[in-house]
């Protein structure tokens, strides 16, 4: 098996139970785990209805007050491995990255050498990947500073969609993140921690993905971008042993 974390918070207004229903209905393998993240609309009255008709293909997961997304998908992924899936991920739940992707990243994973799947939005021909300029390019710079820190060649650890094997998963997921955003950064951070850059370098794989798309607002406010230097450099300081 196979489950998905998708956190949520506040998306009543976008949550459709379609694309989750018709895609589970061609899987026997998955299996979602949905994350309301202290909502204060109908989010979590729609998510019950998305799992009440998925037949048992999901639950829902309620934290009391909002956590952040960072936590939200921490506790996601600690409910997923008490199920024992061999692989435990992670999704944004406004589908920028659709379902459709998520047969690809299986498959990679079948390679056991790879614990590590992660979606990469790489604008390229043949592909259909819509990001509008004024994320595109401070994306790329931040991406650049990322970069540095890791000293891994990744082009883009802030992709939502992740699939992790289990042994890994109970490792990097057993302590709090210190960013609520950036925490895709201290995964990374973890496992060079864990194993070594070479080894980790082996072990994490980035997929290109055929379709993405940018879906309504980000939840990420202009005002906390002066804040992202802030958390890499705390991000830095708290892993900077992994990292040297």
Known sequence: MIA?????????HRLSPGPFLSFLAGSDDLFFIFVDDGSTDRTVEKLEQISTQTGGKSRVLHLATNQGKAEAVRQGVLLA?????AHVGYWDGDLATPLSEIPSFIEYSNDPT???????????????IERHWYRHYPGRVIAFWINIILKLPVHDTQCGAKLISTDLARQIFAEPFISSWLFDVELFARTIGLFGRQQATEM????PLQRWADVGESKISLTYLPMIPVELLKIYWKYRKNLH
């Open 81 to 85: 491995l008490e199920h024992e899936p």
């Open 204 to 207: 994490i794989y980035e997929v």
């Open 114 to 128: 790879r614990k590590m799947i992660f979606g990469s939005r790489i604008q390229r021909l043949g592909a259909e």
């Open 4 to 12: 998905i974390v998708i956190p949520c918070f506040n998306e009543a």
